[in-house]
């Protein structure tokens, strides 16, 4: 089905026609709730970091391994697509809320690709007032040009500028950030590694409570 680039009135959106505009989402095993992704192969920032060796794009874990397989990829394609219909924020409301799920993140692979991205996830977290929403990025610029014309972002949406190198310290930003270490964690350290890679009950990187979270090197 192609892209629609027409406006689906929300009271005529059923999953099928949202799932058909946004793509599916995903549900990993090691989190809590639902997350959604595309190719890592499209982060503006992180493609470059990918090749600088000491950077925490350097070796990504989204561009092998499980990522690589052939119905990933095309997920990621479809949901790359649906980015340009004027219904995925709407279709992204729909998939989200009715999931009957709490928490959500943003690009497990991936990440934001323009300012009207960051603006459609800020609407989306603004209709879904009961759905924690995490969005770790690398998009300082986009992140700063948002705040700099409209403020804070809602309560429920924690955006995570992330330091680009290894073992440095957190960016200098007023809202949240996060990390990664190989040996001493900066800030609240994320204990999945230490629980069978999994969040369990630990809700660090969805509160806006905690300032920094540094992940383990993997």
Request: glycine share 8%; charged share 20%.
């Amino acid at each position: 089905m192609q892209t629609i680039l027409f406006a689906v009135p929300p009271s005529k959106l059923s999953k099928k026609l949202a799932t058909s505009i946004a793509g599916s989402l995903g549900k990993p095993s090691k989190m809590p709730g639902l997350s959604y992704g595309i190719s890592a192969k499209k982060c503006n920032v992180g493609s470059k970091l990918a090749l600088v060796p000491g950077s925490v794009c350097h070796g990504c874990y989204a561009l092998k391994a499980n990522y690589s397989y052939p119905s990933v990829m095309q997920a990621h394609q479809k949901r790359l697509e649906g980015l340009d219909s004027i219904s995925w924020a709407d279709s992204m409301v729909k998939l989200i809320g009715g999931s009957g799920e709490s928490y959500f993140r943003w690009h497990d692979s991936g990440d934001l690709q323009s300012l009207q991205h960051l603006l459609d996830i800020v609407r989306i977290a603004e209709r879904l007032p009961n759905v924690s929403f995490w969005l770790p990025t690398k998009e300082k610029k986009l992140v700063y040009q948002y705040r700099e014309t409209f403020g804070d972002f809602p309560a429920n949406l924690c955006v995570r500028l992330s330091a680009a190198m290894v073992n440095i310290t957190a960016p200098a930003y007023a809202g949240n950030t996060s990390t990664v270490h190989t040996t001493t964690a900066i800030g609240s350290e994320c204990p999945a590694p230490k629980q069978g890679n999994k969040c369990l009950d630990c809700r660090a990187c969805w509160s806006r409570e905690v300032k920094n979270v540094s992940y383990n090197l993997h």
